[in-house]
């Protein structure tokens, strides 16, 4: 079955290209595309896509400001962030703030689908031609253990104890 795909960026030219390298893949459907991240969350609620890759910079409401509201209504789906910016501040704030991967605009479209095949699985992705991994991980920064990494992110996750 295809990954459903939620794509969303101020820039025609970026979905299609997205588009494009996504429909080489057998394995993603976009269902939805928008220019607004404040029709973001809807179309979340319309489409119930399994992914959603969405620019950090777009006007009104922003990719960060739109993941604050996808993650509001549902915790499960994979957000990716997309960006011109590679400052190691910006990629590790998106996924602190509950992004499951962050994708260089730079990114090769044919690594696109490997990308977001390894966030779907569960991989935290950062990457692209000439993005630099982060120096320390944001739980290395605070000092958090493997298993306590693991019950955060449960958390977030929506995810009781018990679970």
Request: glycine share 8%; charged share 25%.
């Amino acid at each position: 079955m295809a990954l459903k795909v939620l794509l969303a960026d101020d820039h025609r030219l970026v979905l299609e290209a997205i588009e494009n390298a996504l429909s080489k893949a057998d394995d993603f459907k976009v269902v939805a595309t928008t220019n607004s991240g404040a029709d973001v969350a809807d179309l979340v609620a319309r489409h119930q896509p399994d992914i959603v890759v969405m620019d950090m910079r777009m006007p009104g409401v922003d990719g960060l400001q739109a993941l604050d509201r996808i993650r509001a209504r549902d915790k499960s789906i994979k957000v990716v962030m997309l960006s011109a910016s590679d400052k190691p501040e910006e990629i590790q704030g998106a996924l602190a703030r509950g992004a499951d991967g962050y994708i260089l605009k730079t990114v090769n479209p044919v690594d696109l689908p490997s990308a977001l095949r390894q966030v779907y699985e569960g991989t935290v992705f950062h990457g692209g031609v000439g993005a630099p991994a982060p120096t320390q991980s944001p739980a290395e920064a605070a000092g958090l253990t493997e298993r306590e990494v693991t019950l955060v992110r449960a958390l977030a996750r929506g995810l009781s104890n018990k679970q």
